[in-house]
């Protein structure tokens, strides 16, 4: 079963706008980390933000800022002010356990001048 | 900061041969991951080892093996190439295998079977 589902395979943003990519996950386990990574064409996978499934707030990293609704099983990433640069693919990822790492199938995100 | 490395960047080999992935973590991480990334698709959970021992295992296939040395370096050894091999390899590190820890990847080998 599909535990990360990520339902916008892509979106549009005008440059200096915020967006928001969602993503929503599914576990029965009550300790979690949620993670969004960022993969340009060049093909890297760059960490945005992380998410604990015990973390009271919601984690901001600079323009980076995670939307966690616990209740609602939802950790949507918001970026802020989009610059040309954001414009790749994004992933939305899921560890439960000690080690395996699930992804979502991404959003291609492109950042519009 | 020093990054994950991967060697090498690129590689093409034939079907039915052989291909040694390696990985050098984060200095002090003592955790790496292995994933494959399909054209088009997300990446997937292969193999994963902690202080040297395998500590979980994912989608890997028979064919392939890896191992983390005495300087928590990895290698991802792959046997028997077959076309639908062709993918980008990803190494990640982390301090700690906690699910808090978060996972720093590598740049990739981008592996083509012919």
């Known amino acids: 079963a599909q535990k990360i589902t990520q339902t916008q395979p892509g979106m549009f943003v005008q440059e200096k706008e915020a967006v928001t990519l969602d993503c929503t996950y599914d576990t029965s386990d009550p300790s979690y980390g949620l993670f969004w990574y960022k993969q340009p064409s060049s093909g890297e996978m760059i960490f945005l933000i992380y998410q604990g499934s015990y973390d009271q707030q919601n984690a901001t990293e600079g323009r980076y800022s995670l939307n966690f609704q616990k209740a609602r099983k939802s950790a949507n990433l918001v970026i802020s002010a989009s610059q040309l640069g954001d414009s790749a693919m994004y992933f939305c990822?899921?560890?439960?356990?000690?080690?395996?790492?699930?992804f979502g199938a991404g959003t291609r995100l492109t950042v519009k001048p | 900061a020093a990054g994950v490395i991967q060697s090498p960047r690129h590689l093409i080999k034939e079907k039915r041969e052989t291909a040694t992935l390696k990985c050098y973590p984060i200095p002090r991480h003592d955790t790496v991951y292995w994933y494959q990334q399909g054209p088009g698709q997300d990446p997937q959970f292969l193999i994963s080892f902690y202080e040297k021992m395998q500590s979980d295992k994912g989608s890997i296939p028979d064919r392939f093996s890896a191992q983390q040395f005495s300087d928590y370096h990895s290698e991802l050894n792959m046997s028997s190439l077959e076309l639908g091999d062709s993918a980008l390899y990803f190494c990640a590190s982390s301090l700690g295998n906690r699910v808090v820890e978060t996972q720093y990847f590598g740049p990739g080998t981008r592996l083509l079977v012919l």
């Open positions: 990822a899921m560890r439960e356990g000690p080690n395996d790492m699930r």
